[in-house]
């Protein structure tokens, strides 16, 4: 099966770089072998228009250490809008929640400094650091349980929800830690990276294997 990430451009190694001042970003090994075992080819969209020349089983909108990569919500609209129309599973991970969230109209907030979500609080990103609660028949609910521990950290939270969606998985301080199109297949986006701990926890390695089961049937 083929599944389109969202990137602004591809190094020589075959991982995606956002560069802007001394920013970098990348798309995780683990994201890349996590595609692997689930026998998924990546297809890395590095234009908008570039879209509607695969056949695409699945969508995936990575993290970025960008906040304000114009390019990156350029693709990642794009992707939204055929993952609405067509029905195909997508999965926002991190900056990628964001991003989903930008493009059904939903705006972004920068955290205060003693927020439990910043970067500063964890500088391991698979570390464990605060807690969250699910809505019931939700994707969050089947594959974290109603109460869990989320690895997230970043700068931006989601302020305005985007037409369509609903939190399903909130922290303990009210943030935002998932939002799902609930009439869709398989549309989240969460605020944590589910990838980061897939090979350990078996909460976090059941987002994929739903995700990947659905796109199995697109």
Same mark, same amino acid.
């Given at each position: 099966?083929?599944? #389109? ?24 090994? *683990? @994201?890349? *072998?996590?595609? !692997? ?32 990569? $114009?390019?990156?919500? %350029?693709?990642? #609209? ?16 991190? !900056?990628? +929640? ?8 939903? @705006?972004? $907030? ?7 979500? $910043?970067?500063? @609080? ?19 609910? *089947?594959?974290?349980? %109603?109460?869990?521990? @989320?690895?997230?950290?970043?700068? +931006?939270?989601?302020? *305005? ?10 922290? %303990? ?24 701990? #897939? ?5 976090? !390695?059941?987002?994929?294997? +739903? ?8």
């Amino acid at each position: 099966m083929k599944i #389109a990430i969202s990137i602004n451009s591809i190094s020589s190694s075959g991982i995606s770089q956002y560069i802007g001042d001394s920013n970098v970003s990348y798309i995780d090994l *683990k @994201t890349l *072998k996590l595609l !692997r075992g689930y026998n998924a080819v990546p297809v890395l969209i590095t234009d908008p228009n570039e879209i509607h020349e695969h056949d695409l089983q699945g969508i995936i909108l990575p993290g970025s250490d960008l906040n304000d990569d $114009k390019k990156r919500i %350029e693709i990642d #609209a794009a992707l939204v809008e055929l993952s609405v129309q067509k029905k195909i599973p997508s999965l926002g991970i991190c !900056r990628g +929640l964001q991003t989903l969230n930008l493009s059904l109209k939903g @705006t972004v $907030k920068k955290l205060h400094d003693n927020s439990i979500h $910043k970067k500063n @609080t964890n500088k391991n990103r698979s570390d464990l650091n605060h807690s969250a609660c699910s809505i019931q028949n939700s994707i969050a609910y *089947k594959c974290f349980g %109603e109460n869990m521990k @989320t690895n997230g950290t970043h700068d +931006l939270q989601v302020d *305005k929800i985007g037409e369509g969606l609903t939190p399903t998985l909130m922290a %303990e301080d009210g943030g935002i830690e998932a939002l799902e199109m609930m009439n869709h297949p398989f549309f989240i986006g969460v605020q944590f990276h589910p990838e980061l701990r #897939a090979d350990i926890d078996p909460h976090y !390695r059941a987002i994929f294997d +739903l995700f990947f089961k659905q796109c199995s049937y697109v």
